[in-house]
């Protein structure tokens, strides 16, 4: 499955920004999904993921409270609302898929086997 990032921009700390995962190919309602980011010199780190039917939600402790992973399997889009973004959210944002038959949700970027392009957000003070 091919995925496309959009959304990322240039904020100021505490406001807010969406993006969005599309896709194409097969429904993504058989996918797992989940939201990464790398800042420069990091490793990429988990920041959300939701079920196939999204039902299940997790969130990384950093972004839980600010952060909200969403879907419309209908539309083949997954969100990530991103609210009272802060400098050290600034990262490239990547989404990334994994077919599977349960309703689990995946943490471990080790896990997935379809990745987006990325997407840049850069927040200011």
């Known amino acids: 499955v091919q995925l496309q990032a959009s959304g990322g921009g240039s904020v100021q700390a505490g406001e807010s920004l969406r993006l969005s995962c599309a896709t194409s190919?097969?429904?993504?309602?058989?996918?797992?999904v989940g939201w990464f980011r790398q800042a420069p010199g990091k490793e990429r780190e988990f920041v959300a993921t939701i079920s196939r039917a999204g039902r299940v939600t997790n969130y990384a402790n950093s972004v839980k409270g600010r952060f909200t992973i969403s879907r419309d399997n209908a539309k083949n889009t997954v969100y990530l609302q991103m609210n009272s973004l802060r400098p050290e959210d600034t990262a490239v944002y990547y989404c990334a898929a994994k077919w599977t038959v349960t309703g689990a949700t995946l943490t471990s970027r080790h896990l997935y086997d379809n990745w987006g392009q990325g997407t840049l957000v850069t927040v200011s003070s």
């Open positions: 190919g097969r429904p993504f309602s058989d996918y797992a």
